[in-house]
């Protein structure tokens, strides 16, 4: 079924333009405002459809080469048809759409210093096309490969390197790993960049098994002085996580050494590193120029404590707390190579160390950068009644954020300033920073 001359009202979040059809509300990927489309219906809820674009009979927006053969069937880009501050414009859009009764407070879009080859981790899955292992993308909301030779978010190198090792494999007689059988090996090929562009690459595979891996060492390292090392990592589990617990090294170092400013951090493959090395220089800035001198500041959710050491010279003391062990272990490196003496790492889930940590160190500040999901509900309730005066709230999904900030507000803290930090161009993601005091 088509449903006739859509008018597309807004961008929400998750790349959708959003219009209404007979009084119903309509989501319609790779539309924009000002859009008039006819959709093919896709699916019909109480009080919403999900269609496709199948006519445009006007567009106030101007549209642009997408440079990519798979835009609109791959689930890793959604704006390349437009110009890319134009998309700045729009992540503004959709953070204003999210928090309406703070608009005077949100800044433009800070413009990511590179807008294509700028991830610095990326994770292919593998599918066989004509009888040949490739890598690729998932499309969206599905687990259907898409093939990526052509992707615009990194860099031509590791396309180059993705294609070799997929010769390899090919070569070497590999098999694919399948979810629904759980047989074959490959599941997916890594690669991780640093500033200095040196590579490790990431094997996943469901066996223990890799077959003719000197040969592969042999071909990369010759081709490929870049790559430091190769690892294999065995994901023996049913799951969509990518990685598994278990790995082998066979070429180099299972991590690597990259920069941040004038920061120098040891990261191990399974570490979290943010992906877009550039603008987190910009995002780490901002944090130091809103911290007050001499603060106890807590660096929630901390990686490889890269903004703990941002910062540690501008606080009293920093407490890192991080769950990931190899990211803990990297980070009590790091608060060495970088001649820290006021930073703690503690491994925990925040959850579980909250209310001991913010009353043992005294703290008053906290810089927050959870996963997707947001603040436990503990740490949220635990706020109300503590010292903290200052949150720095860093966040990749602006909803799982605005719940937590909503607590925030209800304990009496009031929202200074919100700048959205664009992280991830050509996508519909945004990293959205609040800054909150009371
Ligand atoms: C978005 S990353 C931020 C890392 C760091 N702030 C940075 O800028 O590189 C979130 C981090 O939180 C960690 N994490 C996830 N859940 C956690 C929890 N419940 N308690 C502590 N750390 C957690 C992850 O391992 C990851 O390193």
């Known amino acids: 079924m088509i449903l006739k001359n859509i008018k597309i009202d807004k961008i929400i979040y998750k790349g959708y333009g959003l219009g209404t059809y007979q009084g119903k509300k309509v989501f319609i990927p790779n539309t924009y405002p000002g859009d008039i489309v006819d959709g093919q219906l896709l699916s019909e809820k109480k009080d919403y459809y999900k269609a496709l674009p199948v006519k445009f009979h006007k ?18 880009c959604n704006m390349l048809d437009v110009d890319y501050f134009q998309q700045c414009e729009l992540k503004k859009q959709v953070i204003e759409d999210i928090y309406p009764d703070y608009i005077s407070l949100i800044n433009n879009t800070i413009a990511s210093p590179k807008a294509d080859q700028y991830r610095n981790k990326v994770f292919f899955p593998v599918t066989i096309r004509d009888k040949k292992i490739i890598y690729g993308m998932f499309k969206n909301l599905s687990h259907t490969v898409v093939s990526a030779d052509k992707c615009r978010l990194v860099s031509s190198k590791i396309l180059e390197i993705a294609q070799e090792v997929c010769n390899h494999l090919n070569n070497a007689n590999e098999t694919v790993y399948d979810e629904r059988s759980g047989k074959g090996n490959i599941r997916h090929l890594g690669f991780r960049v640093n500033s200095k562009q040196e590579v490790m690459v990431i094997i996943v595979t469901n066996k223990s098994k890799l077959a003719f891996t000197n040969t592969l060492i042999k071909t990369l390292t010759n081709k490929f002085p870049q ?44 570490s979290f590193f ?89 703290i008053n500040t906290i810089v927050f950068d959870p996963p997707r999901k ?65």
């Open 227 to 270: 790559v430091l090392s190769l690892i294999q990592n065995i994901n023996r589990s049913n799951t969509n996580t990518i990685l598994g617990d278990s790995d082998k090294v066979l070429l180099g170092q299972p991590y690597f050494f990259d920069e941040i400013g004038n920061k120098e951090y040891k990261v191990h493959y399974q």
């Open 59 to 76: 567009s106030e927006i101007v549209r642009i080469p997408a440079r990519c053969p798979v835009f609109t069937e791959c689930g890793g």
């Open 374 to 438: 947001g603040l436990e509900t503990n740490i949220r309730d635990l706020i109300k009644n503590s010292k903290i005066n200052k949150i720095i709230y860093l966040s990749c999904n602006p909803t799982t954020q605005k719940r937590d900030m909503q607590d925030f507000c209800k304990a009496g803290f009031k929202l200074e300033k919100m700048i959205p930090y664009d992280m991830f161009p050509h996508t519909y993601h945004i990293e959205n920073y609040a800054l909150l005091t009371r």
């Open 274 to 362: 943010q992906v877009n090395r550039q603008i987190t220089e910009l995002i780490y800035k901002q944090i130091r120029a809103d911290l007050d001198f001499n603060s106890n500041v807590l660096d929630a959710y901390s990686g490889v404590s890269t903004i703990g050491i941002f910062i540690a010279d501008k606080a009293n003391l920093v407490v890192s707390v991080e769950n990931n062990e190899w990211a803990v272990q990297d980070a009590n490196y790091n608060i060495k190579l970088n001649k820290c003496n006021n930073i703690g790492v503690i491994n925990a889930k925040l959850e579980d160390k909250f209310e001991e940590i913010i009353d043992k160190y005294k």
